[in-house]
């Protein structure tokens, strides 16, 4: 089975600390993405990454940036954190497998912050 | 561009009785289409998916969705609920090529009544 998994369930800070929320993957695949998830919102994409160091702006990057050194490995920092960015953050893995893939994402079991 | 539509934020329903969860989108280019479902302080999970072939798609646990290419639904259905499927539904789209970016619905809630 194919296993996503986020550093902490539950992190709490202060206003200007740095965060970073880290994320693992065990079925190499190519695809990482980060997700910020809000009560009717739904899910919002933050950025994803496709390649080792390579990363592309999803819908709201704004205050975040993103680290892929390894396949396996995409962290998600807020360099500066702030009481907006008090949310539930999801960490998904899909594979493309030379054009046959389909989207289908593999999701860890995502971090609560709280910033205060 | 792409866009999911869940038009129901909520819904109550009593054990056993039938539920359905809309859902459309749009999309310029051809899409795969999804359910993900999330319990409570869990991350979300495959439902079921509709790649091609046979428009309905069913799941393990009694769920089953039907592509309507013309409406633009991919509503999810089931014909007895159980308490156990209490639980947060999101749909979602990817395209088939590039880099697949997923975009989601803002999901629903189902709430399953004793």
């Known amino acids: 089975d194919v296993k996503v998994t986020q550093s902490s369930r539950y992190l709490v800070k202060r206003t200007g600390e740095k965060v970073f929320l880290e994320c693992v993957q065990d079925?190499?695949?190519?695809?990482m993405f980060w997700y910020r998830q809000d009560p009717g919102l739904g899910l919002r994409l933050i950025y994803f990454?496709?390649?080792?160091?390579?990363?592309e702006k999803g819908d709201i990057p704004e205050g975040y940036s993103v680290s892929r050194e390894k396949k396996e490995r995409f962290s998600l920092i807020l360099e500066s954190a702030s009481t907006n960015q008090t949310s539930m953050y999801l960490c998904?893995?899909?594979?493309?497998?030379?054009?046959?893939?389909?989207?289908?994402?593999?999701f860890g079991e995502g971090s609560r912050l709280t910033v205060l | 561009a792409q866009s999911v539509t869940q038009l129901d934020s909520q819904v109550p329903v009593f054990e056993e009785a039938p539920v359905e969860l809309r859902c459309n989108y749009s999309?310029?280019?051809?899409?795969?289409l999804f359910w993900y479902v999330q319990y409570p302080n869990q991350g979300l999970q495959l439902l079921l998916k509709?790649?091609?072939?046979?428009?309905l798609v069913k799941s393990i646990n009694g769920f089953e969705a039907e592509f309507n290419k013309s409406q633009t639904s991919f509503h999810l259905r089931k014909p007895s609920v159980h308490i156990s499927d209490t639980a947060e539904y999101f749909c979602a789209v990817s395209d088939r090529g590039g880099y697949q970016k997923v975009t989601f619905g803002t999901g629903t809630k189902l709430q399953v009544i004793p």
């Open positions: 079925m190499d695949h190519e695809n």
């Open positions: 990454s496709y390649d080792v160091k390579m990363k």
């Open positions: 998904a893995s899909s594979f493309v497998a030379g054009g046959s893939g389909t989207g289908e994402l593999f």
């Open positions: 509709y790649l091609s072939g046979s428009t």
């Open positions: 999309s310029s280019v051809s899409v795969y």
